[in-house]
């Protein structure tokens, strides 16, 4: 297996980036850092990236073939909120447990292939919620467990285990809450996976700016920045670091009818650049549904 098969089976194995982590950027968008009140949510995620190109090893030029594929995802997300305080914070927990459809037709590596499974679970046992009179806060930490195959290129699971630490704000500019500002990071911490290869620590930065249009509508722009802020360690590994960054738009809906809120949301990434392996690039779209139940 030559080194381009290698780093894009990498990609493959994450539903993002090689960068490392699982932490897809994109998910949350809009008000992304405030936490519910206490109760029992599910939030679903249909999430679509679409890949145009592959950037080479080191660089933010394209491999000159034809790669293209998609990363088809729906995130299935319980969030238990308790009438527990924690520091002063709304405390709570959350799982995630995705299904993931990849189908990839890299030229660059002679492979195509299509496969549909659970992805790994992540186990969130700590959620914090702060709230103020023009402002929210969100403390959390969990794991991503390696519970899902990783044979090949194609397979849903990324073969490690990513320890995840959450932290953001949401500012409400005006009186009636109507016009907000939030930022929500997330950290990763990697494990190495059954080769020795160990994905370098990767920051995920996502931002959104909304407005409420009326009591049921608000529309805004979002944007995602990720960085890879270590180097990865084992076969392969070099000194390049993987970034990239897109921005977007976001709109919602509260529907009285299934007492929920419905979302949609698309990005372009217009900045990328590859760290040891190939990294993809392309289009995000997101649907989100989210119900208290």
């Not at 080769?195 to 996502?206: L, V």
């Not at 890879?228 to 076969?235: A, F, N, V």
Request: hydrophobic share 40%; net charge negative; with cysteine.
């Amino acid at each position: 297996m030559n080194k381009l098969l290698i780093g894009i089976v990498c990609f493959g194995l994450s539903l993002s980036a090689c960068a490392g982590g699982h932490y897809v950027p994109g998910i949350e968008g809009i008000k992304g850092s405030s936490v519910p009140p206490p109760g029992n949510y599910y939030l679903g995620y249909l999430v679509r990236y679409d890949i145009d190109a592959l950037k080479a090893p080191g660089t933010d030029s394209d491999i000159p073939t034809s790669n293209s594929g998609t990363v088809t995802a729906i995130a299935n997300r319980i969030v238990h909120i308790t009438n527990t305080k924690l520091l002063g914070a709304d405390y709570g927990m959350e799982a995630i447990i995705p299904v993931i459809n990849k189908d990839f037709n890299f030229t660059a590596a002679g492979y195509a292939n299509e496969k549909t499974a659970i992805g790994d679970i992540f186990i969130g046992p700590v959620v914090l919620g702060w709230h103020g009179d023009r402002w929210d806060a969100v403390g959390a930490a969990g794991v991503w467990l390696d519970t899902a195959n990783s044979a090949e290129m194609a397979s849903a699971g990324n073969g490690y285990r990513s320890v995840m630490l959450t932290g953001g704000g949401t500012a409400y500019l005006n009186a009636d809450k109507s016009l907000s500002a939030s930022a929500l990071m997330r950290y990763e911490i990697n494990s190495k996976d059954d080769a020795g290869f160990e994905p370098g620590d990767q920051i995920s930065f996502e931002w959104g700016i909304g407005k409420k249009i009326n009591s049921n509508i608000e529309l805004g722009l979002v944007g995602y920045d990720q960085w890879q802020i270590s180097k990865d360690k084992g076969t392969g590994s070099t000194a390049s670091k993987f970034s990239k960054h897109a921005i977007g738009v976001e709109g919602s809906y509260f529907s009285t009818t299934i007492g929920g809120v419905l979302k949609a949301a698309y990005y372009n990434e217009y900045a990328i650049e590859a760290g040891s392996n190939p990294a993809p690039s392309g289009n995000t779209i997101r649907l989100t549904l989210i119900k208290p139940f």
